[in-house]
């Protein structure tokens, strides 16, 4: 009998007895629940019935949809490594030693994610290609970097903010006073990193290698512009939905892509449950300072932070010249008509921007709310929803636009066409980064301080606005800056989307790239990554300490 009563109390009957206590929590469950119903698995099951088992055996039997799928991890496999090791090198550089330009390199880190993937890559091609300006103008050499090697490098520069930003968060997270303990007990150097802050940092770096990993598996605008005859399975769907018109075949690539994902996804998260790494407990921690590396390690942090930072401005500098020379490599005038046609006399920048505010605010509110659901309570369906808030960074951006079209574009519900289903596009995208930042903070904050204002009377809602926000304000920092770079300069998620009276700046961009007017394209580009700073700007000026823009 004994027995059976306390099975009963840790079972779904004992939570929902106790959820019935929080009616709010409730209330705000079941809202999730019934937005991940609408917005997440009926469009996306809907998709997945379009193709035939004909259309099944035609991928599992054509040898280049093999080859796609290995060119696909293998790449993936080098740009998440690559990029994983230069982002922690570069957080760990900014988080543990007093080198010289720390905002300099800060400011910088964050560039690639301000410009489209798709200008990022031809300012890669004009700069390294068979032309390009400096393999072919200044060294005079004949080099063909097309293929996994530009892919390669390429997606390396394109994920590895993706990397710092997330380590960063978590290491910037980490209370010194462990480590000073460490080092009191006779730890030093190496010995004190490797079993003191490298554990630590784990959930940022479980979190950094789903995200990039993901990303780089579900890419497709720089496999299209640097991959060449290196076919990956996102371009391949791609080519399969918009040049053959094979929506079937498109959606069956597109469900091979969630395979792998789900299963680094399933890996990160049982290694994480595992261990425990709370390193805020309320205690008091004030006037210890944190263990900083030798002089000699910052130097050469220093040698590499340097090097990353000069790529990225020479990456960024020839978007640049494009958009204000009248022929870059040949005639050098200053000219503004790029710029006027593509910025000042365009409605798509206009657009991106209210599009993105309105995802990165959303966005930021759920990922904090799923997360403190998730980690602090348990209720029936607890495992689900985690589930469902990730599973849309294991799908192709073009799974989630073709996905949403065919789901809301007739019947009750009609929202083709409209801002909104650009807006919900968006937001299912960048969901998992604001919801794996929050975990990533949260995992690091002692149960204990929220038991303690419940105990003291706070009901969850006030414990939520007065305890766990005001200690997440990093992560909640890093989910909107992140979420609304992404979203300015989003395209494959979009691409199906838009309409003539909501066309956006990164679709733009890519039209005009494949027409040939790359200085059209640049000078676009210029335009958006302007935007951003300048709306990074006046939130900083208004919001002033509420809000960590450049401290990531």
Same mark, same amino acid.
């Given at each position: 009998?004994?027995?059976?009563?306390?099975?009963?109390?840790?079972?779904?009957?004992?939570?929902?007895?106790?959820?019935?206590?929080?009616?709010?929590?409730?209330?705000?469950?079941?809202?999730? /629940?019934?937005?991940?119903?609408?917005?997440?698995?009926?469009?996306? *099951?809907?998709?997945?019935?379009?193709?035939?088992?004909?259309?099944?055996?035609?991928?599992?039997?054509?040898?280049?949809?093999?080859?796609?799928?290995?060119?696909?991890?293998?790449?993936?496999?080098?740009?998440?490594?690559?990029?994983?090791?230069?982002?922690?090198?570069?957080?760990?550089?900014?988080?543990?030693?007093?080198?010289?330009?720390?905002?300099?390199?800060?400011?910088?880190?964050?560039?690639?994610?301000?410009?489209?993937?798709?200008?990022?890559?031809?300012? /890669?091609?004009?700069? #390294?290609?068979?032309?390009?300006? +400096?393999?072919?103008?200044?060294?005079?050499?004949?080099?063909?970097?097309?293929?996994?090697?530009? !892919?390669?490098?390429?997606?390396?520069?394109?994920?590895?903010?993706?990397?710092?930003?997330?380590?960063?968060?978590? !290491?910037?997270?980490?209370?010194?006073?462990?480590?000073?303990?460490?080092?009191?007990?006779?730890?030093?150097?190496?010995?004190?990193?490797?079993?003191?802050? &490298?554990?630590?940092?784990?959930?940022?770096?479980?979190?950094? /290698?789903?995200?990039?990993?993901?990303?780089?598996?579900?890419?497709?605008?720089?496999?299209?512009?640097?991959?060449?005859?290196?076919?990956?399975?996102?371009?391949?769907?791609?080519?399969?939905?918009?040049?053959?018109?094979?929506?079937?075949?498109? @959606?069956?690539?597109?469900?091979?892509?969630?395979?792998?994902?789900?299963?680094? /996804?399933?890996?990160?998260?049982?290694? !994480?449950?595992?261990?425990?790494?709370?390193?805020?407990?309320?205690?008091?921690?004030?006037? &210890?300072?944190?263990?900083?590396?030798?002089?000699?390690?910052?130097?050469?942090?220093?040698?590499?932070?340097? #090097?990353?930072?000069?790529? *990225?401005?020479?990456?960024?500098?020839?978007? #640049?010249?494009?958009?204000?020379?009248?022929?870059?490599?040949?005639?050098?005038? #200053?000219?503004?008509?790029?710029?006027?046609?593509?910025?000042?006399?365009? @409605?798509?920048?206009?657009?991106?921007?209210?599009?993105?505010?309105?995802?990165?605010?959303?966005?930021?509110?759920?990922?904090?709310?799923?997360?403190?659901?998730?980690?602090?309570?348990?209720?029936?369906?607890?495992?689900?929803?985690?589930?469902?808030?990730?599973?849309?960074?294991?799908?192709?951006?073009?799974?989630?636009?073709?996905?949403?079209?065919?789901?809301?574009?007739?019947?009750?519900?009609?929202?083709?066409?409209?801002?909104?289903?650009?807006?919900?596009?968006?937001? !299912?995208?960048?969901?998992?980064?604001?919801?794996?930042?929050?975990?990533?903070?949260?995992?690091?904050?002692?149960?204990?301080?929220?038991?303690?204002?419940?105990?003291?009377?706070?009901?969850?809602?006030?414990?939520?606005?007065? +305890?766990?926000?005001?200690?997440?304000?990093?992560?909640?920092? *890093?989910?909107?800056?992140?979420?609304?770079?992404?979203?300015?300069?989003?395209?494959?998620?979009?691409?199906?989307?838009?309409?003539?009276?909501?066309?956006?700046?990164?679709?733009?961009?890519?039209? &005009?790239?494949?027409?040939?007017?790359?200085?059209?394209?640049?000078?676009?580009?210029?335009?958006?990554?302007?935007?951003?700073?300048?709306?990074?700007?006046?939130?900083?000026?208004?919001?002033?300490?509420?809000?960590?823009?450049?401290?990531?």
């Amino acid at each position: 009998m004994t027995e059976s009563v306390s099975r009963e109390k840790s079972g779904w009957a004992a939570e929902l007895k106790v959820l019935t206590r929080e009616p709010q929590i409730l209330l705000v469950i079941g809202i999730l /629940f019934v937005l991940f119903a609408c917005f997440i698995i009926y469009p996306f *099951i809907k998709i997945i019935l379009v193709p035939s088992a004909s259309d099944w055996a035609a991928a599992f039997t054509g040898k280049e949809f093999y080859e796609a799928f290995w060119h696909t991890m293998a790449s993936s496999l080098l740009a998440t490594t690559s990029a994983m090791v230069l982002g922690f090198m570069y957080a760990y550089a900014m988080n543990y030693t007093e080198m010289p330009c720390k905002r300099f390199f800060q400011v910088v880190a964050l560039l690639p994610t301000m410009a489209p993937s798709v200008v990022s890559g031809l300012a /890669f091609i004009m700069l #390294f290609g068979r032309r390009g300006f +400096i393999t072919w103008n200044i060294l005079g050499l004949k080099t063909d970097l097309y293929g996994w090697f530009g !892919l390669w490098v390429v997606q390396t520069i394109a994920f590895f903010p993706l990397a710092y930003i997330t380590i960063s968060g978590v !290491l910037k997270a980490i209370s010194p006073n462990l480590e000073l303990a460490a080092q009191n007990l006779g730890a030093r150097g190496f010995y004190l990193f490797r079993t003191v802050t &490298l554990k630590l940092a784990t959930p940022g770096l479980a979190s950094a /290698f789903l995200l990039v990993g993901i990303s780089s598996l579900a890419d497709f605008g720089n496999p299209m512009l640097v991959g060449a005859n290196y076919h990956v399975l996102a371009t391949e769907a791609y080519a399969q939905v918009v040049g053959a018109w094979n929506l079937p075949m498109g @959606a069956v690539l597109s469900v091979v892509l969630v395979v792998p994902t789900l299963l680094v /996804f399933f890996v990160q998260r049982y290694y !994480l449950e595992k261990n425990s790494y709370v390193t805020v407990t309320g205690k008091p921690v004030s006037g &210890l300072n944190r263990v900083t590396v030798s002089p000699a390690v910052r130097w050469m942090l220093f040698g590499v932070c340097l #090097f990353i930072a000069l790529t *990225i401005l020479l990456i960024i500098g020839v978007v #640049f010249m494009f958009a204000f020379t009248r022929t870059f490599g040949y005639d050098y005038t #200053f000219t503004m008509d790029y710029f006027v046609e593509g910025v000042l006399q365009s @409605a798509s920048m206009k657009n991106s921007w209210i599009a993105s505010i309105a995802t990165a605010g959303i966005t930021t509110v759920l990922g904090i709310l799923l997360a403190f659901l998730t980690l602090r309570r348990r209720f029936p369906g607890r495992a689900v929803l985690d589930f469902l808030a990730m599973l849309p960074v294991s799908l192709p951006g073009t799974f989630i636009g073709l996905a949403l079209i065919m789901a809301f574009n007739s019947g009750v519900v009609e929202l083709t066409g409209t801002l909104t289903i650009i807006i919900i596009g968006m937001t !299912l995208r960048q969901l998992p980064v604001g919801y794996r930042q929050a975990v990533a903070g949260l995992s690091q904050i002692d149960k204990s301080m929220e038991q303690a204002s419940t105990n003291l009377g706070a009901d969850s809602a006030r414990t939520f606005f007065k +305890i766990v926000v005001p200690m997440l304000k990093n992560a909640l920092s *890093i989910s909107l800056v992140y979420s609304f770079m992404k979203s300015m300069n989003t395209l494959s998620t979009v691409i199906f989307l838009i309409s003539p009276e909501w066309n956006l700046a990164s679709v733009n961009i890519m039209s &005009l790239a494949n027409q040939g007017f790359l200085t059209v394209a640049s000078a676009t580009a210029v335009g958006m990554m302007l935007t951003i700073f300048a709306t990074f700007g006046l939130a900083k000026l208004l919001l002033r300490d509420q809000i960590n823009i450049f401290d990531l």
